[in-house]
């Protein structure tokens, strides 16, 4: 349920996209679609507000991202600022990432994942590195995507091409960690 939950937005901008880009241009798709996920993580974020009293970190920056560059598009009828979200949002986890290798006790991956595994200090600097890789390639992806092909492609691309991309760099750094995992944190004594 929770994986739904986070791919909420895209789902709707994508269907929105859809079912206007079939009767009306494929600008006016694009901005009622970019209406709809700003509506959308807006809820989104004030659900988990109320339900946790936090909000994920990331999730916040992409709402706060979809906002800004929703917005821009909306105000000055160019889609590009949508398209460009993507880029921004995950060079700026790339950036992330690749700082949390000199600030703090721990990378991001591990934060994010230390409690649940274990694994050797090295190997969890590897998999952030990969993670900074994953990120710095799929917002070039984007944009090369946004500039070289149409708009119905970039959105095809954002759904099916961007979901794709992060189920495989999960499966590769699911084969990735089963052969350094060491003991369950838990089980530790």
Known sequence: MQLLFDFLPIIVFFAVYQIYGAVVSTDDA?????????????????VQWLRTRTVNRIM???GVLVLVFGGIT????????????????????????LA??????????????????????????????????????????NLYVAYNFSQETWVDFKFYGLLGLTLLMALIQGIYISRHVTEAPGNQS
């Open 74 to 97: 909306l105000a000055l009828r160019d889609p590009r600022f949508m398209q460009w979200k993507v880029t921004v949002l995950n060079w700026l986890l790339a950036i992330g990432f």
């Open 100 to 141: 949390s290798h000199f600030f703090g006790r721990q990378t991001l991956v591990e934060k994010f994942l230390g409690e649940a595994i274990a694994l050797p200090q090295v190997i969890w600097r590897r998999l952030n590195f990969l993670w900074v890789a994953n990120f710095a390639l799929i917002g070039a992806i």
């Open 60 to 62: 916040l920056i992409s």
């Open 30 to 46: 694009m901005f009622a679609a970019t209406i709809a996920i700003m509506v959308v993580m807006t809820i989104q974020i004030a």
